[in-house]
C-alpha cells in the first residue's frame, strides 16, 4: 500500500514534465540502498530505501528505461527487461 501511495506521489512529479528522460541509471550504494556492494555476503540480499521501489515503479510505468551502475561497471543493460531478475525485486 506504501509503495503505491509513493508511486502516485513520484507519477504526480514526473507528470510536471513535459519531455523525460530515455534512460535513468542508478548508482547502487546508497542511491538505491544503504549498503555498499564490497561489503556485502552472497547470503545477504540488501534492502531498498523506503521509496526507491515506488519510484522505480513510476519510471518503469511512464516507459523509462532504467539501468544499475555500480563504479564504472554497467550491471544491466537499458534494454534488460527486468531488474528483478536481477535483484530479485519484485516489480
Known sequence: MEDEKIKD???RFIGLFEVLPRLVVFDLDYTLWPFYCEMSSKKVMPSLYPH???I???LQEKGVQMALLHGHLLL???TH???SSVFRICL
Do not use: T
Request: zero cysteines; a neutral charge; charged letters at 15%.
Open 76 to 78: 544491466i543493460s537499458p
Open 9 to 11: 506521489e513520484a507519477l
Open 56 to 58: 522505480l515503479h513510476a
Open 52 to 54: 526507491a521501489k515506488g
Open 81 to 83: 527487461s527486468s531488474i
